[in-house]
């Protein structure tokens, strides 16, 4: 493939799940932000102490350490034929970041939007419920447990509304996705690598449209 994958979409729009899946079925290595810094946490090296020490301190981790650290992580074996990126670039800077490593990697950058409208993803995120002992993820609306409020394979666990799942929290949160990530989109957009795949249907169809444009 020797491809670099950016997979965009709003909270709700299922990137993860697609990412998840090019990586189970097609061996593409799925590249998270959230897991990369999780990983940091756990590691001891220059870079992940640096990292330690920012997110002790409260303050933000920068374009130039969060580079840093999809570098490391791309540099690895696992990448060298080509990885998907969730969660990253968020930002236009971090795009022009990306553009180097792509040219150090020799790699080609294709941009994916899984595009959802506004009312669905409000639909999907407020509707959202979990089980706090499997993790199964349900929706009242979408996929509803079969007994209301209980996990279908843990009868004795009261499924979880997280609460930044009500409805204000989830208009400020879509509000922030679309001012940081326009220019993003517009990024890729002019320069002719971005493609946009309906994030609507059926999971194996939005998967199936994904493995084909890959």
């Keep these: ?44 090296t220059p870079l992940a102490r640096e990292v330690q020490e920012i997110m002790a301190s409260g303050k933000l981790i920068s374009d130039e350490i969060t580079f840093k650290i999809v570098q490391d992580r791309t540099s690895r074996p696992d990448c060298q034929n080509g990885y998907v990126l969730d969660g990253y670039p968020r930002t236009a800077v971090q795009a022009e970041q990306l553009e180097s490593l792509a040219t150090e990697q020799t790699k080609m950058i294709h941009a994916i939007e899984v595009d959802v409208p506004r009312e669905e993803l409000m639909r999907r995120l407020t509707g959202r419920r979990s089980c706090p002992v499997c993790g199964e993820i349900y929706n009242v609306f ?22 930044d799942d009500n409805e204000d929290s989830v208009s400020t949160r879509l509000a922030t996705y679309d001012e940081l990530t326009k220019p993003l989109i517009d990024y890729y957009q002019n ?20 493995d084909k444009l890959i």
């Design 1 to 44: 493939m020797n491809k670099i994958i950016v997979l965009i979409g709003a909270p709700g729009a299922g990137k993860g799940t697609q990412a998840r899946l090019l990586q189970e079925r097609r061996g593409i290595p799925q590249i998270s932000t959230g897991d990369m810094f999780r990983e940091m946490k756990t590691l001891d």
């Design 142 to 163: 979408s996929k509803p447990p079969r007994a209301e409020g209980v996990c279908d394979e843990h009868p004795e666990a009261l499924l979880i509304h997280r609460a």
């Design 191 to 210: 320069s002719g690598r971005l493609t946009r795949i309906d994030g609507t249907g059926e999971l194996e169809e939005i998967y199936a449209a994904l």
